[in-house]
């Protein structure tokens, strides 16, 4: 332990030198602008200022990228909470509740407790990040098999987002499902649905696609009512009480848990473990009925989830040197360029920037705190421009986002098509949710699904042969068996009413 605050001690000294603090300040200020600009994520964000690490003195460009990561991961969520546009993909289950709290008057109190959900879980999980040479040691050992075991558990989970209606909520699901099998087969090469189109051979652009159904969707919904929606007077208070953070806590854990776990699995999705924390939350709730509503834990969840997630996707990358997500592959660009290479070693013949690295996510959760705080007012306001005005910037933002995923205009389109098929989807009452969670995690269960049987010479029983599987196939069993109690219990609920009113009725 001693040792540990040493090298702790010794990544502060050097990035609370002036030079590297405001690196650090401009990477966060950056992150959350980026961030607030609908599809234009924390990849893109990284991607763009990538020559500063030609430029700059190793330290200071990795700690500003790295900050400029993390402030993005917060950044999108202001869009998510305003105006049900996800700035990213790990915002997207933030737009459920986010948004419903706007309707409800009290977008300030969603900023906020994302805020400090946010600051919580960061400063949780950079304690993770201290041990993240043993803790990526464990991640690394997970297979095919256990990846498919908790995969199909987090799919399964999709019964959680159904709403009132479990056919609307399926038909939701599959859509989804037939979305992420667009493209080419990952062993076979075969075009897969893509109709002849050179540009589907990559699969649909999943930012175009979700912004399409929760953002365009809802501005079309607006915009064919019959009166604008008007939120700008309704803002409420932007302080947190008491019980705001009682009710909270519990889900910021629970999601910071998740996160933290999901970002220690190479390749897993942002989104995944946002959904996972809202669908937890939504589990173990009293009041389910609330969520989608402008539940306070739908918010708290998937934004801890999201920053957790976004400082332990940092330890497959220093411990092993292996990036887990497209933004950490930037990143190890960034150390590439300054001659260092992440691993086990740099711990021991580059210690100051390791640790200083890891120190500088600590400072950054502070940093992200004092600028959130303060300056959701301001967010906020962005309700009082005028809707159409509100709505012609939005869009071009959204377009413009869509367009630089892959810098052609078939992003765009798609983008638009998926909002009209949303909009469509709305108005049968058919929820959003289900489809953005199996677009995320279709082609990982398909991948991992494929793999492990292939790995395994096509034997089914092999699927049976891993204990952390195994363990995830039981709580599928559990979850299933939930929900059919609890279906059963609310139709049997609903007949003794319809019963007792038809008795009442002969007297």
């Known amino acids: 332990m001693s040792e540990i605050i040493s090298n702790l001690q010794l990544g502060f000294d050097s990035v609370l030198t002036l030079n590297i603090f405001m690196w650090a300040v401009i990477g966060c200020g950056l992150g959350m602008i980026t961030g607030v600009l609908p599809g234009f994520g924390p990849a893109a964000a990284t991607g763009l200022l990538l020559p500063f690490a030609f430029v700059l003195p190793p330290t200071a460009s990795i700690v500003m990228l790295a900050c400029i990561y993390y402030g993005s991961m917060y950044g999108g969520t202001i869009t998510s909470v305003l105006l049900n546009v996800p700035g990213e993909a790990s915002s997207v289950a933030t737009c459920i509740d986010g948004y419903a709290m706007t309707k409800r008057g009290m977008a300030g109190k969603a900023l906020s407790i994302s805020a400090v959900g946010s600051f919580i879980a960061g400063v949780i999980a950079v304690f993770g990040l201290i041990f993240s040479q043993k803790i990526a040691a464990i991640a690394i050992t997970f297979t095919y098999l256990d990846v498919f075991g908790f995969s199909l558990l987090a799919l399964t989970l999709v019964v959680g987002l159904t709403g009132d209606s479990m056919i609307k909520g399926l038909i939701s699901a599959f859509l989804g499902l037939f979305i992420g099998m667009v493209g080419l087969d990952i062993y076979t090469g075969g075009p897969r649905f893509t109709m002849g189109l050179d540009q589907l051979q990559e699969g649909l652009p999943f930012i175009a696609i979700i912004m399409g159904i929760f953002g365009l969707s809802e501005i079309l919904e607006s915009i064919g009512g019959k009166k604008q929606p008007d939120y700008s007077g309704n803002i409420g208070s932007t302080l947190l009480k008491w019980q705001d953070f009682k009710d909270s806590i519990g889900a910021i854990l629970r999601g910071t848990g998740i996160g933290f776990f999901f970002g220690l699995l190479p390749g897993s999705p942002a989104a995944a473990s946002s959904f996972a924390a809202y669908t937890v939350e939504k589990r ?23 920053n957790a997630l976004g400082i332990s996707n940092f330890i497959p990358l220093l411990a092993l040197g292996i990036p887990s997500s497209a933004t950490m592959a930037i990143l190890l660009a960034a150390f590439t360029i300054n001659g ?19 120190a500088s996510l600590a400072l950054a959760n502070v940093i992200l705190l004092i600028m959130a705080l303060p ?5 906020v306001s962005i309700l009082k421009i005028p809707t159409m005005i509100l709505y012609t910037i939005t869009l071009s933002f959204m377009s413009i986002g869509a367009y630089i995923i892959d810098g052609s205009m078939f992003s765009v389109l798609v983008l638009w098509i ?3 098929v949303g909009f469509t989807l709305r108005r049968f009452g058919v929820p959003m949710a289900p489809a ?7 082609p990982m269960l398909e991948k991992s699904f494929r793999t492990a049987l292939q790995v395994n010479y096509g034997e089914f029983s092999s699927l049976f042969s891993s204990s952390r599987a195994n ?8 979850v299933l068996a939930t929900k059919m109690i609890s279906s059963i219990r609310k139709s049997n609920k609903v007949r003794k009413m319809k019963s007792s009113a038809a008795m009442n009725g002969s007297k």
């Open 436 to 442: 953005a969670l199996t677009i995320v995690l279709g």
């Open 340 to 358: 260092l290479t992440p691993g086990p070693l740099l711990f021991t013949n580059n210690p100051e920037i390791a640790w200083g690295l890891i």
């Open 471 to 478: 363990t995830a196939y039981a709580l599928i069993v559990v």
């Open 375 to 379: 300056l959701v007012r301001m967010w």
């Open 284 to 306: 173990v709730s009293k009041t389910p009925e609330r969520f989608g509503k402008g539940a306070i834990q739908g918010v708290a969840g998937p934004e801890a989830a999201n």
């Open 418 to 420: 998926a909002g009209i």
